[in-house]
């Protein structure tokens, strides 16, 4: 067996180790100082104001294309959800008054007998 002193596999993963630590060393560094926080918050800002931009514009390509923007779309899925909730509403008012109506107690719940017409008097007077 190879020596583990001049293993390849060993050297090169101590290499990578080491590697790794310096490179954490450098980026803790980098991190901890005010001219990174500044480049990432001009960064952030960058971003966002293209984010908005971006926003804008795909609102405007579809007014142009006379499609319904997300703020829209929102808009009309509240609405709709105002709609059903009153419709649900009316539906429980008017269970109840039909409950209501059917009760015994209401002297309404009887059902009343068909109506028939009297036939006419066949032939008169004899």
Do not use: C
């Not at 795909?58 to 006379?66: C, D, I, Q, S, T």
């Amino acid at each position: 067996m190879a020596d583990k002193g001049n293993d390849p596999a060993v050297i090169w993963q101590t290499m990578l180790g080491e590697m790794e630590k310096g490179f954490n060393s450098f980026a803790n560094q980098a991190m901890a100082s005010p001219e990174f926080s500044k480049v990432m918050n001009q960064v952030g800002g960058v971003s966002a104001g293209a984010q908005k931009q971006l926003g804008e514009l795909m609102e405007k390509y579809l007014l142009a294309m006379n499609l319904p923007s997300r703020a829209q779309m929102v808009g009309m899925a509240e609405r709709l959800q105002s709609i059903e909730g009153q419709l649900n509403e009316i539906k429980a008012m008017l269970h109840q008054v039909h409950h209501n109506s059917l009760s015994p107690d209401s002297g309404l719940g009887t059902p009343r007998p068909p109506r028939t017409k009297t036939p006419p008097p066949e032939g008169g007077q004899k």
